[in-house]
C-alpha cells in the first residue's frame, strides 16, 4: 500500500474563522476543559518550581508535557464531537494541505488522524491556543 504525504502551511490569521467555527460547534466549554484540567494545573505547577539547570530540564520535560496531554486532549475532543464539525475539519485541512475537500476527506483513516495531529502540533496553533486559554481563564 502506497503512504499518503501531505504538506501543511504555516497558519496564518486567515486561519481563525476556519478554526473558530469548529471550535464553536463543538462548544467552547469543551475546550476550556481541557486547560481547566487537575492534571493541567498540576503539571503546569510544576512546571514553574525550579531555577537551577536540572530544574530547567525538569521545566522543558513538563512542558513536554503539557503539550502531549493538551494535543491529545484536544484531538479527543475533536474526535468526540467530530459529527458537528466534519465538513468544516475537510475544508479547514484542505485549506492547510493544498488538497481538495474531497481528496482530504479520501484520505487513509490513518492520515487523516495524523493531519489532524499535525495540525494540533503546530507552534502557530499552540501560539492561538496560549492567547485563547487566557480568555477562559
Given at each position: 500500500?502506497?503512504?499518503?504525504?501531505?504538506?501543511?502551511?504555516?497558519?496564518?490569521?486567515?486561519?481563525?474563522?476556519?478554526?473558530?467555527?469548529?471550535?464553536?460547534?463543538?462548544?467552547?466549554?469543551?475546550?476550556?476543559?481541557?486547560?481547566?484540567?487537575?492534571?493541567?494545573?498540576?503539571?503546569?505547577?510544576?512546571?514553574?518550581?525550579?531555577?537551577?539547570?536540572?530544574?530547567?530540564?525538569?521545566?522543558?520535560?513538563?512542558?513536554?508535557?503539557?503539550?502531549?496531554?493538551?494535543?491529545?486532549?484536544?484531538?479527543?475532543?475533536?474526535?468526540?464531537?467530530?459529527?458537528?464539525?466534519?465538513?468544516?475539519?475537510?475544508?479547514?485541512?484542505?485549506?492547510?494541505?493544498?488538497?481538495?475537500?474531497s481528496d482530504v476527506k479520501a484520505l487513509p483513516i490513518d492520515v487523516f488522524f495524523?493531519?489532524?495531529?499535525?495540525?494540533?502540533?503546530?507552534?502557530?496553533?499552540?501560539?492561538?491556543?496560549?492567547?485563547?486559554?487566557?480568555?477562559?481563564?
Amino acid at each position: 500500500m502506497e503512504s499518503v504525504k501531505f504538506e501543511l502551511r504555516k497558519l496564518n490569521a486567515g486561519d481563525v474563522a476556519p478554526m473558530a467555527a469548529i471550535i464553536s460547534k463543538i462548544g467552547l466549554k469543551e475546550f476550556k476543559s481541557v486547560f481547566s484540567s487537575d492534571d493541567m494545573k498540576s503539571i503546569i505547577a510544576k512546571a514553574g518550581k525550579k531555577d537551577t539547570e536540572d530544574g530547567q530540564e525538569e521545566n522543558d520535560s513538563a512542558a513536554m508535557k503539557v503539550g502531549m496531554v493538551v494535543v491529545f486532549d484536544l484531538a479527543g475532543i475533536i474526535l468526540d464531537n467530530y459529527i458537528k464539525c466534519e465538513k468544516d475539519v475537510f475544508k479547514f485541512l484542505a485549506s492547510l494541505s493544498g488538497m481538495k475537500e474531497s481528496d482530504v476527506k479520501a484520505l487513509p483513516i490513518d492520515v487523516f488522524f495524523e493531519m489532524i495531529i499535525t495540525v494540533l502540533q503546530k507552534d502557530e496553533f499552540k501560539d492561538f491556543f496560549k492567547v485563547v486559554s487566557k480568555l477562559l481563564k
